[in-house]
Every structure is written in structure tokens, then in C-alpha cells.
């Protein structure tokens, strides 16, 4: 077996493996997994509106996956994306409903507010990282809570005490008549397109810019990249920039594009921390991203339909899920089985 | 798909009252919002209202049944919503103001299907918003603590600020004063309906500082104020504390030993809106575009039976208050001065 | 208030929020000296939470008043053999450590609220009869101001969390295990040349990072909730991170790091009564103690760094 | 005769590389028996073998005649054999003590009995002549005494059976005699030795046998007393190696470094340069002899830009560089070949082509308006690979799956190329083969010759004495005396290193003390 075929194998038997175990739960539980994965399969695939939302869905996760991976490639681990997304979410949606601009000003405006948003919440903990060699994932963290409450008051200030933003105006909008149309009004928008662009562009400034390289060399070894002559407090401040940049985006996607304003939160997303996952499924590569973010969203918005179709009670789907997450994160075992038999029959 | 139903429905109510098949000629089902189904607040009293219809009209949980869907995430609202609608059901229900945007986007696609919104106003004609008088309620809570607390301090913990929660604010604040303006009302938010913790510290510090009762409408947050109440109950047998429960019946929860602290909890009785709303649509009367408010008069909000821990005497002044406010001889204002919604 | 009362309301209600931190935090230290990166505390509290309020309800009738503390072994126990589940993905699969934590952290919550489901048919469980008990401590209490601040309406779980840190301390510090652990993470290779079973050592610190973690959870749900719901954690296993890396991997730092959260925490409480921060619209103040933890750190921790090999799967005969 | 180790045709693979291909080797009692082999011959991979942190594919072990089949390190500590590696295995911020204790601690009541521990250690240390601190931490000690820690872990386990995997390779002419003593003192207490090293006088000085491996083949075995240098040599490289690098005269031209008065401090704020001044000229190689940790790290941080200056001033062909960003100090003409390869020469998970790129990445043609051209640096890292003889698949392979020898190659190749008026070569043959090592220093000389200034620091005397013009001997942080090798001899040099003055030196030699320096 080559090597090609096995990391391609790798993946797909470890969520196989997981959908089986999850097998085995549903019927522990009473419950038919035949029907129960028929249900999921329809509700990634089964129609236009449901290929519709399953983008939709993946749109933030490729978004959130690249923050975290841009930021492990320099040797940092980005907890906060979860903030730096709230915070993004709100500058899009602030930028989309204050100001009155022709579309082809106003959206990339306000896409950019969220990114600069998002930029500026990851600034501190990279500042303080390269500045005082201050923890980032402590101070990420507790940014998550300041962004989260933080960002409530301000939408009770413009609000006038209410719960929930204006709208953006139609000129700051990413959904489209087209795409709902194409879809049966399923709400996916152009975010995705975004999303695909910023992993062209994480992958150029990672293999094609010298910003690229240096940010990779200090994040392997930083006394070589200090002896070569490169700034490590600016390329940590950096990395983390452009790592809060993205997840910044990450929220306007559903500012911009899924719902259109922001309510008052009681908690986080989630988006942020599935991130993680997302990231490193792909190995922090900008193509392994996309990977961990269809396998993500897939299962998250597929499994809305395990209760609708299969009366499957959401704590299982949530089970199976994790599952399948597990098994994918344990790919290093199937690898060495496949290796083992490809060995054998190599003797043979 | 079931645009004429009504009127079916209309000519099929004789044999409805029956049950069997027939019955399931109209369906109902709602979409939970984060909280989940089982949150002991407007979730679960909805979920209650639609299977207390469904069994009274011999249905059946599922397709052409009753039956709800769990949202995990505000993103859930729209394909929720959605499913259910094509999933053909009558009438479907969203639970909470978070999903205001969502039902109002899905009716103005969905026309064929009727919808209700709970705690906010979707003008769509085929969508009908359920709000309530929780500041009616609120002032009767009010009232009953104004009447227990001995230290002439109360206590109210909110969750996060928002309308809703102002309106419990408002009416308790208003109750206390109605009785006596010399009591004092200490009132904190906590920012959280989640955070067990705080509403403990909170709660604490309350008590700590003399008040002897709380009235909570905090959720999850809550938990901890019932913590710190029996905590001190159980330390001190015959220590005054109390706390007013809220949206559902929280009598269960102040148990201590066999004493109990919780004095009374302000019902929300969104599953009585829930079943006059469904019977309404299968009776065809479905009130599409209106917008219908549950009070006191309509037992749209109540105080919670308090098992005696309300003495008789109080609880008849209570109620005088509360014809009071049915017949509107009382007027209770909304909203905390300042914090009406611009 | 003045600033005594605050005092005396602040202090002791830092200690009690502290405790379920202190223990989870414990845990970190353990798996992550040992060099396993444990982002999975989160879900392993939420086990022990789930299962301490689980054996209270059902064996209060059998146990009585020592209840709560026996359920706190009951949940030592299976977020215990919960955590295994991390230590073969992490340690012999080579899973990467922190996927294989967010695993654990969905499933932990999935599987708690699903059992709730499944044998209580609602989203939360009953209410626990006995909750872990606070008290006043005889004559110390009645010093004055110290009295008052640390002996007054104090936890058994507390002092519990208190002893527990400096017995960790003792253990990583002191003992044959504690050098074999800190030699793993630091460097394996050195420590399988002498001997020291690599895998088996890191095997046992996640488990121990397990069963505290669940002594945590399920002080939590004792004392805080007294029920358990998809709510009950959400988000402390995270913060008990945070206060192993201020704790800079130290049993004691990571101590005093927890008890400073719950200082921040009351601080936001009492912030209505305290000038300056009176002057904070409410909005904002919820914000507060995360900002103090950020300025701490600035003010007075600074520089932190974690084992030399925290998150790297050891493999023999490579470097 | 009686082996105490027999290693019989011991194969050993790493995927589908030989690295052992049926090599034998049987260890006598009481005998140090060399092991010689280029860099990546297969010697470590032998031993780890030996050792158990290897399971060999085929052949078997004896020990003491008895079939053992050592599945890991434990099985070998029990069979009384102990392994000093090649890289350290020490816990940085462990004490010694604790590092030596490690696997097997003391216990007194259920906690380690470090004092006791400390005591045993420090007795033992002073049976063997060792010297080490017990209670200081490894990351404070110098690299000989850590090598000397080394040697007490496997003595306080009671090994017979020692393997020294390159101990002198990092070690001061001092520290290595003090070896040699210390080895002696172990065979005469009837221990058996395998010796690893690149240096064939050490061999020659201290082995009885010695067998000789290449590219992982068993080359032979022979009497130490029956073989010399030369042969040895080409045997393990297959062909002849000259050992003393011809060089003609230098001919000095202007100052291109100069030092005024340099104070450096480490990081606990001692100073370890003092008051120092030294110039170099262009077409001169100047070598700093010293024992180490009396400045030369520092030093060399300082003119490098990795550590700040306290006081004094270093001018770079007249420019002020003191204090100046590393960049900017190699820019103005600095090529600087690290001490320590793997920390900062070598991105080791970066191919060896990137790390070839790593000083000259960010102008062109590597890279235009902030764009990466690869493929130049491709292109160029391909010449230097060919053009210094790196031992690598290629520009893609990562830095960390070559030799150290051929590591250095590649950073030796990147410095020289950027074509700086001085070059700082901080033992840049260290732990390398004789090959190698003649490499290396043909290049260097290369360099003068082409009127640039060399600045090598070195702790191996002959290489000193070898290579450059003058030298400038480092005492306590500041040059104590400047002579020039043909006026000088190791003694004299050695007394200098330790400190006494020129004079003291002379009179020394004249009352002919010891050959070796205790
Ligand atoms: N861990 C490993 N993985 C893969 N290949 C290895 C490994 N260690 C060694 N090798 C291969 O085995 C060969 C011999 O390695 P070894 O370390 O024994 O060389 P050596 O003789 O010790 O060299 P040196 O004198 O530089 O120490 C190397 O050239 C390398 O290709
Ligand atoms: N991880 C690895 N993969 C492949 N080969 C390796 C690896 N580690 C070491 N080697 C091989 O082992 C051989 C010896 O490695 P080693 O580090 O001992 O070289 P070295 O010249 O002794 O380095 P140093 O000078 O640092 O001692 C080299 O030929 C190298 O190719
Ligand atoms: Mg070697
Ligand atoms: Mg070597």
C-alpha cells in the first residue's frame, strides 16, 4: 500500500470506526442507527436546502480552523478565537447597519471591521506573549469572557437597552436571492467564497511570503530565528494578528451572512473551540483545514435532522459526534494497522 | 401544504373531541430555543402544553402527532423551524425571543403553515405573538415578599438584562413599594442564566446584608440562590430566608430537611397559552397577525400554591391585590424607570 | 459595606468558589508534568459533577449525612476511568493531545446529560437532599477580623482542596513518583534510559488528573447546584487551565491562582458596594474579574513556561 | 579468552536504511575497547542496541557468555551495563543528584532521601576523582561536568560494563585527561569499557582494541598496540587523510574587528567578559584558547548581537555594531558559525535547504518585495551541498535527519557563502570525523587566504595550535596573553588557560612539571 493511499485510508476508516461505535450507542440505547445515519446522510445531503446549510455551516468552522492553525504554525495555541469571532461578529454587524454605502463599498467594509475586530482581541495576548512572555492561552481565555460580556453591553448601549442589534442594511448583506433560490431558500450566502479565499491566502503567506517563513522558523525554533536575524516579539504579535484576523472573520460570516444582526449571548459559540479540533484534524495545514471543517460542520448541521427524521434524542447524536472526532484523532493507531498489513502482504 | 386545512379542521371538530385518527388531522409542534426542552422555564412549560393538547385530542408524538425540536445553537432556529414546517405540521410554535428573526424569516416563506411566537411580536399574518405580563405576576411576588420579609430588605437576582427580565424587575419593585415603600429592594443582574456560582455569591451577599428574601428570574443562575438559601436554613433551622421562584413551580427545589424555603414562584404559564393557541387553530379560529398578551386575568402568569409557607391572612391580601390588577384597577408599569426599551 | 464587611464576605466566598478549581487544577498539573496536555479537564469535571449528584440521590437513604463526601470518592473514581479514554488516545495512539481533549470534553457532556435523560426522563436531575456543608470552625471563628475571614462559614471541601494541593506538592516534590513524573515531561528519553517507564508514568498522572478533576466537578455540583444540567459546568475547566499555567505547573501557585479567580469573581459581586467600581456600568463590570487576571498577570506573574515536553507523544529510538 | 559483551552479527534497520549490517564486536574483561567510525557509521545505533533502547533486527548479545536479550534499558542497568550518550540524557532543571538518583531513588520514609543521596554521590564523586557538585542544577554546570554526571549515573548503578559514546567530544584537553585518568582508575577496578571517538590519539593512548566500522559494516578488529593513526584512519574512511591541514604563511592586512574594553553579563547578572579587548585583521585566523565557561560564549553573543553589552565597544571595520540587532551586525560583514548547532544553527524541522536560506532568505533572489523565490534557494543550496560535501538526499531532506558532521557542513557552507569579512567558528568541529574535520579546517584556511579574518574558538589545543595564526588565550572573561604557535607548545598553553602568566608558564616547564594538566 503506498503511502498516498494510506494517509487518504487513514481518515476515512477512522470515521467509519466512529460512526460504528456510534452504532453500537444508538443501539445500546434503543434506537435504529440505520435510520439514525439515513437521517444524518439526508441532512448533509438529502436536498438542495440541506447542501444549502451544510455550507453554511462550514463556512465559520473553515474560518475558526484556520485562526487556530495559522497560530500553532508560530508555535502558539490560539484559545481565544471564540472571542476574537464575537468581537468580529459584532464589528461586521455594527459596520453593516451604521453606515448607509454602496454595496461594493459597504460589504467589504464591514467583512473588514470584522477582521480588524477580531485582529485587535488577539493583539493583547500576542503583545503581552512577546512583550512579558505572559501565557497566551491563560490570557486568550479570559479575553473569550471579556469579548463575551463585553459585547453584550455594548449591543444593550446602541440598542437603547435592547437585546439585539439592528439589522445590516441590504448592501452589507452576503446572503443572495441566487444562492437562497439555488438552494430553496436555505441560507447560505457568498461567506463561503470568503472562507476559500482566506485559505489561499493562508497557505501564500505561509509558502510564499519571507513573513511566511520567518513566522515557521520561530515558531520550530526561535533561537535560530533570532541568531538568523528575525524580530520574535514581532512575529508573535504577528502570527497572532493575523490568526485573530481570520477568526474575526469567522463571526461576520454569520454577522454578514447567516442571521443578519447579533442578539445578546448567554455563552460562547462554540464555534471557537471546535475550532481547535478543526485545526488540528488538519494538521494546521490551510487543505487539511478544509477537511476538519467539512467533517465538523457536516456532522453538526447534518445531526439537527437525527431527532427530526429518526427520533434520535440529541445527547446521543451529540455522543456519536464525539466519537467520531476521537477515532479521526487517533488516526496514528489505524495508520500503524494499515502500515502492519501492507507490510505483511509486502513479505508475502 | 395544508392550506385549507382550517377549514377541514373546522367541519372535522365534532368527532375530534373523540380522538383516534381523525385527531390527527391537525398537528402541532414547537422548536425549543438554546435552552433546551428540558430548562424548567418557558421550554418545558410549552413542551407540557402541547402534550397536555395532544393527549386531550388523542394524538399521536410525531409526524402528524405533536412533537418538538431541539435547538442547540441559534443557528438551529431556521432549519428547526423549517423541518417542522415541511414536515407538514399545522401549527408550529417557537419558543423564546431569540428566535424572533428566525420564525419571521421561515413564515414569510412557509405561508401554508401557522406559526406562534412566544415572547416576542413576528408580524406576519400567519404568525401569532404570545407575550405575557410577567410584571403582573412580578407584582404579586412583590407583594408576598413585602408581607414575609421581617428585616424590611428584599433581594431580586436577574440572569442577563433584557426586556424580558426588566418586566419581572418592574412588577416586583412596584408589588414591594405597593405594601410598603419604606422596604428596601436590593436588585442585582448577574449577566448569566448559567452561572450557578454567581447567583450563589450573589445571593450571599444579599443575605448577608440583611435581606431575607429573594425573588429570582435568573435560570440556571438561580440554582445558586436556592444553594445559598438552604444552605443557611440547614445551618440555622429557624434563619428567615426565602426565595421566590420563577416561570415554573420551584416549590421541589428550596426543600431543606423537611422544611422548605422556597415561599412561592411566580408562574409563567406559557403552556396555558400554548393550548389555547393550538385549540383556537384546530377550531379553525387561528389569530393570525394578532398579538395576544397573558395576564393575571387571563392565568397567564399566577403565584405557585406555597404549601402553607404563605400564612392564610397574607395570602388573602395577595389576592386582593390580585383582583385588583385582573380588573385593572391596579395598572402595572412594564418596565424599571429608565430601562424602557427606546 | 465597609471594607471589613467586604472583607469578611470576599474572602471566604474566594476560598469556597476556589475549591472545584484547586482540585481540577491539581489534575492538570499532574497530567501535564507529566507532558500530556490536558484540555480535557472540562469534560471530566462535568463526569464527576454528573456522578457526584448521581450517587448522593441515590445512596443518601445508605450513607445519610456522609453522602456527599463518599460521592465525591464515587466520581474520583469513574472521571478516573473516564480519563483513561485521553490517556490511550494520547499516550499510545499518539492522538493529538488537545483533539483528543475536546473529544473528551463532547463527550463527557453528551454522555452526562444522556444518562440524565435516560433515568431521570428530564434534562436535570432531582435535587441532592445533603449538600457538602459549610460551618463556622470552633473558637478560631471567633478571633477577631482573621476569624470572621478564614474560619467563618467554611467548606469541608475547602480545606479539603487546601490539604490536597500541598499533599501534590509533596508528591511531585518529594517523592520517587513526583521525580519520575517531572523527569517524563522535562525529558523521556533520559528518563527511559533510566529505567523509568515512560508511558506507564504518564498513564497513571492522566488518571490522577481524572479523578481529581471529577473531585472537582462533583464539589461543584455539591455545593453550587445541587443538581446537574447541561449548565452546571460550563466553562471551569477551562479556568482551572488558566490557573495551572498562573500557577506556572505548581501545585501551590495553581492554588493561589484559583483562590485569586474566586476574588475576582466576588469582586464583580460586591462591585455595586465598592467606590470605585461602583462607577462601572453593571454590562461591563461582568467583565471584571477577567480583567483583573489579565492585569495580574501583567503586574506580577509574567514569564510561564510548561514542561519541556508537555504535548509531545514519547517514541522510542527517535529524536 | 573471556568476553564480558559479545555482539554477534548484529543487524539493525530504520525502515529500510542498514544502519548495523552484521557487525560483531566481543568486549574482553578489563579492557577499553575502541570504537571508530565516521559520522553516521552506525557506532550509537551499535550501542543503543547494546543498551536496549534499539531492538536489533538480527544477530545476538552475550553477556558473560549467557544468551541475554536486553528488550530495554532497565534489562541493562540489571545486567551491569551503563551507557554514557552521545547526547546528554540529563534533566536540564533537575540537581544532579536527582538525575543520578533517577529510576532507582533512595527512600526514606515514602520520600526520596536526597541529602542521603547527595552524600553517596558526592563520596563516590570523590572515590573517582569527578568533582561534581550533587546539589547543583544540570543547566548551571558546564558541559564537562555534566559529562562527568553522566559517568556517575552509571557508577552509582554499579555498572562493570561502560560505554562512553563521544565523552571527549565536547570536552576541554583538561577535562579529557581528567577522563583518562578516570578510565584508568575504572579498568584497574576490573570494569570493561567500549569507547566511541573521533580522535585516534585518544584511541591510540587509552584503548587495547579497537574495531573499526563503516557506512555500518564491521571493518575489523585490531590490537591497539599493533596499529597507528594513519591506519586507522583509513580504514574507517577507505582511503588516505592527511592530518595536519597545510597552510602557508598569513599575510595581515587592515583591522576588520576590533574589541574595546568589552564587559558582557549572563543572565544572572555576573559578569562572565571582563574589561576584554581583542583585534582582528583581515587575512588572519585568530584562535581563542580557553578552558570552557571562561567568556567565549558570551563573547561571541556579544559580537553577534544574541546578548547585550554591559560596557566597552565593538567596531566591525570601523562601525560601531555594539549592541546593534543580529541582522544588522551581519549585515555589516559578520559570519558566525554557532557553538551550539541544533539550538541555533539549525531549524531542524526546516529542510536543509530552508536552513542554507535561513541569513539570506529576505533579499533578493531568495525573495523579491517580500515573496519567497524557493527555487533560488534551491538552487543555491544544491552548490553548497555539492560544494561542501553534505551527505544528504537532497535540499528537501529535514536538517534533522542528517549527521551532525554533515549538519555542520551545511552551516559552514551557508556562513562562507554569504562571503563576510570575519567568520566566527565556534568549535566547528565538534564531535565530527577526522574527515570532516580536515574539511573544515581546509575551508577555513580558505578563507584567510581569500584576506578574510577568522576568529575560531576551540577547546582542542591541536586544533588551536593548528589552524590558527595567532592566539589569544581567554582567562576569567578577558584575554590574558597573545602568542603565536610556533612559539608555543600544548603545555605552555595549558598553563596559560589555567591562568598563570607567561612567565609562571616558562619557569613550570622548566621544573618540567607534569606532562598532563590535573
Ligand atoms: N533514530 C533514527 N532513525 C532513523 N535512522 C537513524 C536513526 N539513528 C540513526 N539512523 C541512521 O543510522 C545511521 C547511523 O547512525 P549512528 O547514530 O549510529 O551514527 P554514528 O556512527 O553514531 O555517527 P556519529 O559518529 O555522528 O555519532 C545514520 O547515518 C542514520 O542514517
Ligand atoms: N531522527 C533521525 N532520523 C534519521 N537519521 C537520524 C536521526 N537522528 C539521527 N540520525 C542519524 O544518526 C547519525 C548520527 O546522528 P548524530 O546526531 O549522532 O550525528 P553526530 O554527527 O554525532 O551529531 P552530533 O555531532 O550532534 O553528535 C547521523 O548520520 C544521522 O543521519
Ligand atoms: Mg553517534
Ligand atoms: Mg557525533
Known amino acids: 500500500m503506498s503511502n498516498r493511499m494510506i494517509n487518504l485510508l487513514v481518515p476515512a476508516i477512522a470515521v467509519i470506526l466512529g460512526l460504528l461505535v456510534g452504532a453500537i450507542v444508538m443501539l445500546l440505547s434503543g434506537y435504529d442507527p440505520v435510520a439514525g445515519y439515513i437521517a444524518l446522510w439526508h441532512g448533509i445531503f438529502g436536498d438542495s436546502y440541506a447542501i444549502g446549510e451544510t455550507i453554511r455551516q462550514i463556512t465559520p468552522y473553515i474560518l475558526a480552523g484556520l485562526a487556530v492553525a495559522f497560530a500553532f504554525r508560530t508555535g502558539l495555541f490560539n484559545i481565544g478565537v471564540e472571542g476574537q469571532l464575537i468581537v468580529g461578529w459584532f464589528a461586521s454587524v455594527y459596520v453593516g447597519a451604521a453606515f448607509d454605502l454602496p454595496k461594493f463599498i459597504h460589504l467589504p467594509l464591514a467583512i473588514l471591521a470584522g477582521a480588524a475586530a477580531g485582529a485587535l482581541w488577539a493583539f493583547l495576548p500576542g503583545l503581552l506573549k512577546a512583550k512579558m512572555k505572559i501565557h497566551e492561552v491563560i490570557v486568550t481565555i479570559m479575553m473569550n469572557y471579556i469579548a463575551l460580556h463585553v459585547v453584550n453591553a455594548l449591543i444593550k448601549t446602541w440598542s437603547g437597552g435592547g437585546d439585539k442589534t439592528d439589522r445590516i442594511l441590504e448592501s452589507a448583506s452576503l446572503r443572495s436571492e441566487f444562492l437562497s433560490s439555488l438552494t430553496d431558500y436555505s441560507r447560505l450566502h457568498y461567506g463561503i467564497l470568503v472562507a476559500l479565499l482566506m485559505v489561499v491566502v493562508m497557505w501564500f503567506i505561509l509558502e510564499k511570503t519571507t513573513t511566511g517563513f520567518e513566522l515557521k522558523a520561530v515558531g520550530f525554533n526561535e533561537h535560530a530565528s533570532e541568531y538568523a536575524g528575525m524580530k520574535i516579539g514581532k512575529n508573535i504579535i504577528l502570527s497572532m494578528v493575523i490568526s485573530g484576523a481570520f477568526a474575526g472573520l469567522a463571526g461576520a460570516m454569520e454577522g454578514l451572512g447567516t442571521f443578519g444582526n447579533m442578539y445578546t449571548r448567554g455563552g460562547f459559540t462554540g464555534i471557537g473551540f471546535d475550532g481547535i479540533a478543526v485545526a488540528l484534524l488538519g494538521a494546521n495545514t490551510p487543505i487539511g483545514v478544509i477537511f476538519g471543517a467539512v467533517l465538523f460542520g457536516s456532522l453538526k448541521y447534518g445531526s439537527l435532522n437525527m431527532p427530526n427524521a429518526a427520533q434520535i434524542p440529541e445527547e446521543v447524536v451529540q455522543i456519536v459526534i464525539a466519537l467520531v472526532i476521537f477515532f479521526v484523532a487517533c488516526g496514528y493507531a489505524i495508520r500503524l494497522f494499515l502500515t502492519k498489513i501492507s507490510k505483511n502482504k509486502g513479505a508475502k | 401544504a395544508c392550506g385549507s386545512d382550517n377549514g377541514e379542521e373546522a367541519q372535522n371538530e365534532g368527532n375530534n373531541s373523540g380522538g383516534g385518527e381523525s385527531a390527527s388531522e391537525f398537528s402541532v409542534a414547537m422548536v425549543t430555543d438554546v435552552g433546551g426542552v428540558d430548562d424548567k ?229 406559557v403552556d396555558v397559552a400554548v393550548k389555547d393557541i393550538s385549540e383556537k387553530a384546530m377550531n379553525g379560529e387561528f389569530p393570525g397577525g394578532e398579538v395576544i398578551t397573558y395576564g393575571i386575568a387571563d392565568d397567564g402568569v399566577a403565584l405557585a400554591d406555597s404549601r402553607g409557607n404563605i400564612p392564610e391572612d397574607v395570602m388573602a391580601q395577595i389576592e386582593e391585590y390580585q383582583e385588583k390588577i385582573a380588573s385593572g384597577e391596579i395598572e402595572v408599569k412594564e418596565y424599571p424607570e429608565g430601562k424602557e426599551p427606546k | 459595606m465597609g471594607f471589613l464587611d467586604i472583607l469578611y464576605f470576599m474572602v471566604p466566598v474566594s476560598i469556597a468558589y476556589a475549591a472545584p478549581l484547586i482540585f481540577t487544577a491539581l489534575g492538570g498539573v499532574f497530567s501535564e508534568r507529566s507532558g500530556v496536555v490536558n484540555i480535557a479537564l472540562e469534560g471530566l469535571m462535568v463526569m464527576g459533577a454528573f456522578i457526584g449528584i448521581l450517587f448522593n440521590l441515590f445512596f443518601y437513604d445508605t450513607f445519610g449525612d456522609w453522602t456527599p463526601w463518599i460521592a465525591l470518592i464515587a466520581a474520583m ?110 525529558h523521556p528519553m533520559a528518563a527511559d534510559t533510566m529505567g523509568v517507564n515512560v508511558n506507564k508514568i504518564r498513564y497513571i498522572a492522566v488518571i490522577i488528573s481524572g479523578a481529581l478533576a471529577g473531585i472537582g466537578g462533583a464539589i461543584y455540583s455539591q455545593t453550587m447546584t445541587r443538581d446537574f444540567g447541561h449548565a452546571t459546568i460550563n466553562g471551569q475547566g477551562f479556568m482551572a487551565l488558566a490557573a495551572m499555567i498562573f500557577g506556572k505547573w505548581h501545585p501551590i501557585g495553581a492554588m493561589g491562582a484559583a483562590i485569586f479567580f474566586g476574588f475576582a469573581q466576588a469582586l464583580a459581586v460586591v462591585g455595586p458596594s465598592i467606590p470605585l467600581i461602583k462607577e462601572i456600568p453593571t454590562g461591563y463590570l461582568h467583565a471584571l474579574p477577567y480583567v483583573v487576571t489579565i492585569l495580574a498577570l501583567a503586574g506580577f506573574i509574567g514569564k510561564a513556561t510548561g514542561p519541556k515536553a508537555n504535548g509531545k507523544p514519547y517514541i522510542k529510538g527517535s529524536r | ?65 549467557k544468551k541475554a536479550d536486553i528488550t530495554d534499558p532497565n534489562v541493562a542497568n540489571k545486567l551491569g551495563i551503563g551507557m554514557v550518550h552521545q547526547h546528554f540524557m540529563l534533566v536540564e532543571n533537575f540537581t544532579v543528584t536527582e538525575n543520578i538518583i533517577l529510576g532507582n531513588e533512595p527512600k526514606k520514609n515514602g520520600s526520596v532521601n536526597v541529602a542521603g543521596a547527595a552524600k553517596k554521590v558526592a563520596e563516590l564523586s570523590r572515590q573517582y576523582g569527578l568533582n561534581v557538585d550533587p546539589t547543583a542544577k544540570i543547566e548551571d554546570i558546564s558541559v564537562g561536568m555534566q559529562q562527568r554526571v553522566e559517568i556517575l549515573k552509571t557508577l552509582y548503578r554499579g555498572a562493570d560494563i561502560l560505554i562512553f559514546d563521544e565523552p571527549t567530544a565536547s570536552l576541554t584537553p583538561q577535562e579529557i585527561s581528567e577522563l583518562i585518568g578516570i578510565m584508568k582508575k575504572l579498568i584497574a577496578e576490573g570494569k570493561s569499557i567500549i569507547l566511541i571517538t573521533h580522535k585516534l590519539q585518544e584511541i591510540m593512548d587509552v584503548s587495547d582494541r579497537v574495531t573499526v566500522i563503516r557506512k555500518g559494516k564491521g571493518i575489523g578488529t585490531v590490537e591497539t598496540a599493533e596499529t597507528n593513526p594513519e591506519q586507522l584512519a583509513s580504514m574507517m574512511v577507505g582511503r588516505q587523510v592527511t592530518f595536519k591541514t597545510e597552510k602557508g604563511p598569513a599575510f595581515p592586512k587592515e583591522e576588520v574587528l576590533q574589541i574595546d574594553g568589552l564587559t558582557v553579563e549572563d543572565i544572572r547578572g555576573i559578569a562572565k567578559v571582563k574589561n576584554l579587548s581583542l583585534s582582528i585583521r583581515k587575512g588572519e585566523i585568530v584562535g581563542i584558547a580557553g578552558i570552557d565557561g571562561n567568556g567565549q560564549s558570551e563573547l561571541i553573543e556579544a559580537i553577534t548581537g544574541l546578548r547585550k553589552v554591559k560596557s566597552g565597544k565593538i567596531l566591525i571595520s570601523g562601525k560601531d555594531i555594539t549592541n546593534r540587532k543580529p541582522r544588522e551586525i551581519t549585515e555589516s560583514g559578520i559570519g558566525h558559525i554557532p557553538q ?179
Open chain 3, 77 to 186: 473514581v469513574v472521571s478516573g476511568v473516564f480519563a483513561i479514554l485521553h490517556a490511550v488516545a494520547s499516550i499510545s495512539f499518539r492522538a493529538d493531545q488537545v483533539v483528543s481533549g475536546v473529544a473528551i470534553n463532547m463527550l463527557g457532556l453528551a454522555i452526562a446529560l444522556f444518562l440524565t435523560k435516560m433515568i431521570f426522563d428530564k434534562g436535570q436531575t432531582d435535587f441532592i437532599k445533603k449538600a457538602i456543608p459549610n460551618f463556622d470552625v470552633p473558637f478560631l471563628s471567633d478571633i477577631p477580623v482573621i476569624g470572621p475571614m478564614l474560619f467563618t462559614g467554611i467548606y469541608g471541601s475547602s480545606i479539603l482542596a487546601i490539604v490536597a494541593a500541598i499533599i501534590t506538592w509533596y508528591v511531585i516534590y518529594k517523592t520517587p513518583f513526583g521525580l519520575r513524573l517531572r523527569s517524563v515531561g522535562e
Open chain 4, 1 to 65: 579468552m573471556e568476553y564480558v559483551i559479545e555482539m554477534l552479527n548484529i543487524r539493525k534497520e530504520f525502515g529500510n536504511f542498514v544502519a548495523n549490517d552484521n557487525i560483531t564486536l566481543q568486549l574482553r574483561k578489563g579492557e577499553i575497547h575502541a570504537l571508530l567510525g565516521e559520522n553516521g557509521a552506525g557506532k550509537s545505533t551499535l550501542m543503543n542496541v547494546l543498551f536496549g533502547l534499539y531492538q536489533p533486527e538480527g544477530g545476538e548479545i552475550r553477556v558473560r557468555g
Open chain 4, 340 to 518: 551550539d548547532r541544533h539550538k541555533h544553527g539549525l531549524v531542524l524541522d526546516f529542510p536543509i535547504g530552508h536552513n542554507i536560506g535561513l541569513q539570506t532568505y529576505y533579499r533578493p533572489p531568495y525573495s523579491k518585495g517580500g515573496i519567497m523565490d524557493y527555487s533560488a534557494i534551491e538552487k543555491k543550496a544544491e552548490e553548497i551541498i555539492a560544494q561542501y560535501d553534505v551527505r544528504t538526499q537532497g535540499p528537501h531532506e529535514p536538517a534533522r535527519a542528517l549527521s551532525g558532521g554533515n549538519q555542520q557542513k551545511a552551516i559552514i557552507g551557508r556562513e562562507v557563502e554569504r562571503d563576510p569579512d570575519l567568520l566566527i567558528a565556534a568549535l566547528p568541529t565538534r564531535g565530527l570525523d577526522v574527515g570532516a574535520i580536515e574539511f573544515i579546517h581546509r575551508r577555513l584556511i580558505e578563507q584567510r587566504d581569500s584576506g578574510k579574518a577568522v576568529l575560531l574558538v576551540s577547546f582542542e589545543l591541536d586544533e588551536v595550535m593548528n589552524v590558527s595564526d595567532r592566539i589569544a588565550v581567554i582567562y576569567d572573561g578577558s584575554i590574558i596573553d597573545t602568542v603565536l604557535p610556533a612559539e608555543t607548545d600544548e603545555q605552555e598553553l595549558g598553563l596559560l588557560m589555567a591562568g598563570h602568566s607567561r612567565e609562571a608558564a616558562a619557569r613550570q616547564a622548566e621544573e618540567g612539571v607534569s606532562k598532563h594538566v590535573e
Open chain 2, 41 to 269: 422555564s418557558f421550554n418545558q412549560a410549552a413542551w407540557k402544553g402541547i402534550q397536555e393538547f395532544g393527549e386531550d385530542n388523542g394524538l399521536e408524538k410525531g409526524d402528524g402527532g405533536f412533537d418538538y425540536l431541539q435547538s442547540a445553537g441559534e443557528e438551529d432556529y431556521i432549519p428547526n423551524l423549517n423541518a417542522l414546517a415541511r414536515r407538514d405540521f399545522n401549527l408550529v410554535f417557537g419558543v423564546g425571543f431569540m428566535m424572533q428573526d428566525a420564525l419571521d424569516e421561515i413564515a414569510s416563506q412557509q405561508k401554508d403553515t401557522e406559526f406562534a411566537i412566544i415572547d416576542a411580536v413576528v408580524e406576519q399574518p400567519n404568525t401569532v405573538s404570545l407575550l405575557f405580563k410577567e410584571h403582573e405576576g412580578s407584582f404579586l411576588a412583590g407583594v408576598a415578599a413585602a408581607l414575609t420579609t421581617e428585616s424590611k430588605k428584599v433581594g431580586f437576582v436577574g440572569g442577563m438584562e433584557n426586556e424580558v427580565i426588566h418586566r419581572f424587575e418592574s412588577g416586583f419593585v412596584q408589588g414591594v413599594e405597593a405594601v410598603d415603600p419604606s422596604i428596601e429592594v436590593d436588585i442585582q443582574y448577574t449577566g448569566a442564566f448559567d452561572k450557578a456560582e454567581l447567583g450563589k455569591t450573589t445571593a450571599n451577599r444579599m443575605y448577608s446584608s440583611g435581606v431575607d428574601v429573594i425573588f429570582h428570574a435568573a435560570g440556571g443562575t438561580g440554582n445558586g440562590v436556592f444553594s445559598e438559601a438552604k444552605e443557611r436554613k440547614s445551618n440555622d433551622p429557624d434563619a428567615n430566608v426565602w426565595v421566590i421562584g420563577v416561570d415554573s413551580d420551584q416549590y421541589d427545589e428550596g426543600a431543606v430537611g423537611d422544611t422548605n424555603v422556597t415561599l412561592t414562584s411566580m408562574l409563567k404559564r
